[in-house]
T-cell receptor
Framework: GDSVTQMEGPVTLSEEAFLTINCTYT??????LFWYVQYPGEGLQLLLK?????DKGSNKGFEATYRKETTSFHLEKGSVQVSDSAVYFC????????????FGGGTRLMVKP | DAGITQSPRHKVTETGTPVTLRCHQT?????MYWYRQDPGHGLRLIHY???????DKGEVSDGYSVSRSKTEDFLLTLESATSSQTSVYFC???????????????FGSGTRLTVV
């Protein structure tokens, strides 16, 4: 079945550092790929998405490129801020009747001033 | 998100009592989902709905039931709460895509349930 694997956290960075959170997936067909962010005490929010190979999703300085050849969708940001501290979830939509997403386990990011 | 609300936001209940959590949407989306989030387990799907009165089980459905009598409401019931059901519960909604395109989910703010 479909699965998503994320790097385990926590990831701890200093402010203005470069961020990469790795995400790889296993799926049949051509899934859409998503990154969600969860701030403390809140629900998950869609951060960015990509629907086909080589698409780049971007939002709020974050980017991720849909790489079908490596089945990856790594999240990057050039300069993180303290306010980016959150848990990040990679997800994919497979070919299923329930329109369901499969989520990775989440990666906690902590940014220090 | 203003289009989806969960109630209550917090609840403490005793073991063996029934509990119902409510998810309400104003987006007229077809699909609705209940997840639980626990440390070390990420998000786990409990039940989902693909239309009024149309529901199906997720990976952790034991001990839970759901109902959807109207498009806008999706209820999650713990028939007899146990301490293992202490968790944060999230509702999500999704609209139908075309040609297999998935728009993704919109999540509610969550319900923190403690069973003592």
């Amino acid at each position: 079945g479909d699965s998503v694997t994320q790097m385990e956290g926590p990831v701890t960075l200093s402010e203005e550092a470069f961020l990469t959170i790795n995400c790889t997936y296993t799926a049949t067909g051509y899934p859409s790929l998503f990154w969600y962010v969860q701030y403390p005490g809140e629900g998950l929010q869609l951060l960015l998405k990509a629907t086909k190979a080589d698409d780049k999703g971007s939002n709020k300085g974050f980017e991720a490129t849909y790489r079908k050849e490596t089945t990856s969708f790594h999240l990057e940001k050039g300069s993180v801020q303290v306010s980016d501290s959150a848990v990040y979830f990679c997800a994919l939509s497979g070919n299923n009747a329930g329109n369901m997403l499969t989520f990775g386990g989440g990666t906690r990011l902590m940014v220090k001033p | 998100d203003a289009g989806i609300t969960q109630s209550p936001r917090h609840k403490v209940t005793e073991t063996g009592t029934p509990v119902t959590l409510r998810c309400h949407q104003t987006e007229n989306h077809r699909y609705m989902y209940w997840y639980r989030q626990d440390p070390g387990h990420g998000l786990r799907l409990i039940h989902y709905s693909y239309g009024v009165k149309d529901t199906d089980k997720g990976e952790v459905s034991d001990g839970y039931s759901v109902s959807r009598s109207k498009t806008e409401d999706f209820l999650l019931t713990l028939e007899s709460a146990t301490s293992s059901q202490t968790s944060v519960y999230f509702c999500a909604i999704s609209e139908s895509g075309t040609a297999g395109y998935n728009y993704g989910y919109t999540f509610g703010s969550g319900t923190r349930l403690t069973v003592v």
